[in-house]
């Protein structure tokens, strides 16, 4: 999640939120990886439920709007691995998540054929606490 979130940090996630609201675009989660649930992933909700993602010429677009992701470093593309020059799309069904790492060169997420299921998500990242012993907030951006 570079540039974002750095190894050596911990994260406070709050898990009773999406009890009362649903999450949104934007969001930080933890996440059980849907291929092996006993391990915990932490990515961004790009899709929500009925959403279609489209990723085509290095940008993702959700409902046919290019999405502005100031979260990314300067300059970094978004790419589909299996074949970068072929448009990837994907429609959510009521229950599904499409999440993807900032750092996307080096992420596995749903660009790589699977899509997050509600009950895996584990919490929203609320707080970051760094190794020295600071911290910082983490705020979803406004789409």
């Known amino acids: ?22 999450p949104k675009r934007g969001d930080v989660v933890v996440m059980r990886y849907p291929n ?6 932490i990515k961004r909700l790009i899709g929500l439920p009925g959403d279609t993602v489209r990723i085509f010429e290095g940008k993702v677009f959700v409902n046919g709007t290019e999405l502005k992701e100031a979260y990314l470093a300067t300059g970094e593309q978004t790419v589909v691995s299996r074949n970068p020059d072929v448009p990837y799309e994907v ?16 992420s596995s997420d749903s660009r790589d054929g699977w899509v997050l299921p509600k009950k895996y998500i584990v919490g929203r990242s609320a707080v970051v606490l760094y190794s020295n012993d600071s911290l910082k907030a983490v705020a979803s951006p406004s789409y």
């Open 36 to 41: 092996n649930t006993a391990v915990n992933y």
């Open 91 to 106: 429609t959510l069904t009521e229950d599904q998540y499409f999440v993807m790492g900032d750092n996307r060169n080096h």
């Open 1 to 22: 999640m570079e540039p974002n979130f750095h190894n050596g940090e911990y994260l406070v996630v709050e898990k009773v939120g999406y009890r009362v609201h649903d």
